[in-house]
């Protein structure tokens, strides 16, 4: 009935004008690219993510269907749970393939900088990871992992720079391996109905740990605890869209590829989304 109600809300004005005071939360990286604005809204994602040939499954594919939420406490502060799901993994190798629940991740974050006249705002957070998926899809492995960052966006006009920084950072070090991972984007407002934007993203892993020997770690749905992956950085560049289609409504998509060699887990991967905002 809420998300009905949406629909029916009325269209603001098409000009780019008024594009250049509506911010667009990024489409890449969902789980860790963490828009900085302060926002009650749920967002519906899918992902179809190519597997790299060199990869120890042999290429492939993996779906992933997921749901997120975030909710104004105040004016400055937010709680967010951004991680959950049902991933498809669709190996091309002999290996079988696996469905299954995703972990679940939620936190706060808080704008330390809203400033408005400025175009300009700064929000660190933090998130804790819970290993409650399934180890078929590998997930629930671990004894969680919290994420600490930061986000910031500025605009000049019609082009608006917004960039992310932080730390994963696990309970058990023999587990998992700790990251930093990093994100930047740049979208121009055409209109409201459509701004491009470029956008890329890193993680660099610290620490081996003490499971899989695969030479790279995983990306941002997975942490594989590989025991040969410090100091790598597997890093992705790509591009998209967001359109607020109706008030309250954005619709966003993204293709982005793997450019770091070895590739790993990350060959291509598209992602779409709507945000539905109350």
């Given at each position: ?14 000009t ?9 939360a990024?489409v ?5 690219f ?5 926002t009650?809204?749920?967002?519906p994602i899918?992902?179809?993510?190519k597997?790299?040939?060199t990869?120890?499954s042999g ?8 749901a997120?939420?975030?909710y ?6 937010g709680f967010?749970?951004t991680?959950d ?7 091309t190798s002999?290996?079988?393939?696996k ?5 679940l ?9 809203d400033?408005k006249e400025?175009?300009?705002i700064?929000t ?6 819970i290993p409650?998926g399934?180890?078929?899809v590998f997930?629930?492995?671990g ?8 986000s910031?966006q500025k605009g000049?006009?019609k082009v608006?720079?917004t ?5 994963r950072?696990?309970n058990d070090f ?7 991972h990093?994100?930047?984007q740049?979208d121009?407002?055409t ?6 934007f ?6 660099t892993?610290?620490?081996?740990a ?6 790279h770690e995983?990306?941002?749905v997975?942490?594989?605890g590989v025991s040969?992956?410090a100091g ?6 790509g591009?998209?869209?967001?359109s ?7 619709l966003g998509?993204?293709y982005?590829r793997?450019v770091?060699h070895?590739?790993?887990l990350?060959?291509s991967r598209f992602?779409v989304?709507?945000i539905?905002?109350?």
């Amino acid at each position: 009935m809420a998300l009905a109600g949406f629909a029916l809300a009325p269209a603001l004005s098409a000009t780019a004008e008024d594009a250049e005071h509506i911010h667009m939360a990024p489409v890449t990286n969902p789980l860790f690219f963490e828009d900085p604005h302060i926002t009650s809204e749920v967002r519906p994602i899918f992902i179809y993510h190519k597997i790299d040939d060199t990869f120890i499954s042999g290429g492939g594919f993996a779906r992933v269907y997921a749901a997120q939420l975030r909710y104004a406490i105040n004016d400055r502060l937010g709680f967010i749970a951004t991680k959950d799901g049902f991933t498809q993994l669709r190996p091309t190798s002999v290996l079988p393939h696996k469905d299954g629940w995703n972990d679940l991740s939620a936190g706060l974050k808080y704008a330390v900088i809203d400033d408005k006249e400025n175009d300009l705002i700064v929000t660190p957070g933090f998130k804790i990871a819970i290993p409650t998926g399934n180890e078929r899809v590998f997930q629930g492995s671990g004894k969680g992992e919290w994420d600490v960052f930061i986000s910031a966006q500025k605009g000049y006009d019609k082009v608006h720079f917004t960039g992310n920084a932080g730390a994963r950072i696990p309970n058990d070090f023999h587990d998992q391996t700790a990251q930093l991972h990093y994100s930047a984007q740049v979208d121009y407002a055409t209109c409201k109905y459509f701004v491009p934007f470029v956008a890329m993203s890193a993680f660099t892993t610290l620490n081996n740990a003490n499971q899989l020997a695969l030479g790279h770690e995983g990306y941002d749905v997975y942490n594989f605890g590989v025991s040969n992956g410090a100091g790598k950085t597997s890093a992705v560049l790509g591009g998209g869209f967001r359109s607020r289609v109706i008030d309250r409504v954005d619709l966003g998509f993204a293709y982005e590829r793997g450019v770091t060699h070895p590739q790993g887990l990350f060959d291509s991967r598209f992602t779409v989304d709507l945000i539905f905002r109350f």
